[in-house]
RNA sequence: GGGCGCGUAGCUCAAUUGGCAGAGCAACUGACUCUUAAUCAGUAGGUUGUAGGUUCGAUUCCUACCGCGCUCACCA
């Protein structure tokens, strides 16, 4: 029999001994006059003597966290939303029975406690308890006190022990929630409206990238999980919503990383009558804004690096640009801008660079303007802590966004890179309905190609778009990443509550079925 | 998918060259009415991820598989 088996069945004793004391071993509910939170705010600064003189009566509930028992009296820590605060239970103030029920507590058990607050002989704010109730029992064992639960795959199954044991774990999600709502009264506050539109797709469409399928069985249809929400948010500025924002989840069925997750959450938006100018302006003034409201400041560390996220650090500057700045010494002359203009001269530029350098993939077959994306990420993305926009991609890599005047082979599109990572991608929106037509022929032949993730043809967008879709810009900001940032955290998975894992495998075996509990 | 690494008690970790599988916390029993990693005395807890192989003998060496981490590829 496994040990935490034994442990579970001795803590269902201590339950029927805990009903024999008349209490409800599950009950409802407990109504609390303050959290823990609120009684170390109040009156933490409080010494000794003012507490003594003005009794303070508190009910409050909590996880008990640590347990010390001593003959006739002992403490206990509670912990409620993160935070700790200790209690004291004296057999005389509680009674009998109330200490026999103190005495059948655990590690892990949810109580509520009445009483008034002291300080301890060392000084610690505590509370003096006359009437304990008891609220729900741990049955397994927690983790050990002092190291806490450190199994990195542990901590991702079992999150709700995580998030219960480690503070700095629940203190990365309160972070992401505060990023979110800082986006979003961003963009309340200039007048965006935010919608929810399909996860379901009978196309998949707005990014490239492999989906995931699925099927309806009432109309036997087989539908996709969106890889991103563009086309349909796009679809509502046709239908007249000229400001339009979805946190949106997406689902991409690609490799797992510490920078990816199958599923993971963007921020997208639209603005009519403005182009990728207008929004380039508008993500980097929202990116501020939430650095300041999640983290109080414009500094964050970024493991062995500092990011500074104020106005005055961002840098702009094309793609071309950026090969040219970051391409390294050991591969000989920079490129110049010419370079840049034919398919041959982009190939010289590869070869070189992979003659030097680290080797970097490259398809001769698949077009200048795919190898000149690639070649950016190759040299330049790991240059690119300080938050930094990178404007002005291949037409070739862009199927949804519009052409330069001046240069079809470039599109007004721009990313914005920091920590060595894309965080956001923005453009003017393509809106004329045949050029849109003949970018999905292209992505067909990529298809034909063999690239499965080229974009579908999509006849009732190019529709929506033939009804009249005004200038407008967009943006995508991956929130995953942009927590990471906010709480330098190295992995995507520290920022997501349930990552996806491999199933625990579950054995016909008795005991492992039962230790699965 | 490829490469590298890890997997020992509920948790955190030991175990010399291949030679009796251990500690702390948690748990259990007892003592203790201001402790805080409480203390003191005692007890129990293991198919060493799984399945094979080599060996007199395997936690240790080999193979396969499972899970996780890192990394490369793909990608955001």
């Known amino acids: 029999m496994a040990l935490d088996e034994n442990i579970y069945k001795l803590r269902l004793d201590k339950l029927k001994q805990i009903e024999a004391l ?3 071993v599950y009950p409802t509910k407990y109504e609390f006059t303050r959290t823990i939170q609120q009684v170390l705010a109040e009156h933490s600064q409080k010494t000794a003597e003012q507490l003594e003189a003005s009794r303070v009566n508190v009910r409050m509930a909590g996880r008990i966290m640590a347990i010390r028992l001593m003959g006739k009296a002992g403490f206990a820590h509670l912990q409620q939303d993160g935070q700790r605060l200790q209690i004291y239970v004296k057999k005389d103030a509680v009674g009998e029975k109330g200490f026999e029920l103190y005495k059948l507590l655990d590690l892990g058990d949810h109580i509520g406690v009445s009483g008034y607050l002291f300080r301890t002989r060392t000084g610690e704010l505590t509370v003096h308890v006359e009437e304990i109730t008891f609220l729900s029992k741990g049955l397994l064992p927690l983790p050990e006190k002092w190291h806490g639960l450190t199994d990195v795959e542990l901590r991702y199954r079992q999150r709700y022990v995580d998030l219960f044991m480690n503070p700095e774990v629940r203190e990365v999600f309160l972070k992401r929630a505060k990023l979110v709502q800082s986006m979003r009264n961003f963009l309340d506050g200039r007048g965006f409206v935010e919608v929810e539109t399909p996860m379901m797709q009978p196309i998949a469409g707005g990014a490239v990238a492999k989906p995931f399928i699925t099927h309806h069985n009432t109309l036997d249809i087989d ?10 948010l796009k679809r509502l500025t046709v239908g007249g919503f000229d400001r339009v924002y979805e946190i949106n989840r997406n689902f991409r069925n690609e490799g797992i990383s510490t920078r990816h997750n199958p599923e993971f959450t963007m921020l997208e938006f639209y603005q009519a009558y403005t182009d990728y100018r207008g929004v ?3 993500t980097q003034a929202l990116i501020i804004q939430a650095a ?4 109080g400041g414009m500094k964050t560390k970024w493991g062995e690096q500092e990011i500074d996220w104020s106005d005055a650090n961002w840098r702009r500057m094309t ?3 950026a090969i040219i700045e970051y391409w390294p010494d050991s591969a000989g002359a920079k490129p110049s801008l010419a370079d840049f203009a034919s398919h041959d001269s982009v190939k010289a530029l590869v070869q070189q660079f992979n003659s030097a350098h680290s080797h970097m993939a490259y398809d001769p077959n698949e077009p200048a303007g795919r190898t000149i994306a690639s070649l950016f990420e190759a040299v330049a993305e790991e240059h690119l802590t300080q938050p930094t926009i990178i404007y002005e991609f291949p037409t070739a890599v862009s199927p949804l966004s519009k052409q330069k005047a001046d240069e079809p082979d ?11 990572m894309e965080i956001s991608n923005g453009f003017s929106e393509l809106n004329d309905p045949e050029d849109q037509r003949r970018r ?3 992505q067909l032949k990529e298809r034909e190609r063999g690239d499965e993730e080229a974009h579908q043809m999509d006849e009732d967008y190019i529709r929506a778009l033939s009804y009249g879709m005004p200038p407008a810009g967009g943006v995508g900001v991956g929130i995953d990443r942009l927590t990471m940032l906010l709480t330098n955290s190295q992995s995507i998975r520290d920022v997501i509550l349930f990552p996806l894992l491999r199933p625990e495998k579950r054995s016909d075996n008795d005991e492992t079925s039962k230790e699965n509990r």
């Open 22 to 24: 008349g209490q409800r």
């Open 223 to 232: 539908l996709y999980l969106r890889i991103a929400p563009e086309l349909y």
């Open 280 to 282: 380039m302006d508008l």
């Open 292 to 295: 300041q409201d999640v983290t």
């Open 319 to 321: 793609m071309r640009e």
């Open 410 to 420: 470039w599109t007004e599109r721009w990313e914005i890179y920091i920590g060595q």
């Open 440 to 442: 999905f022929e292209q």
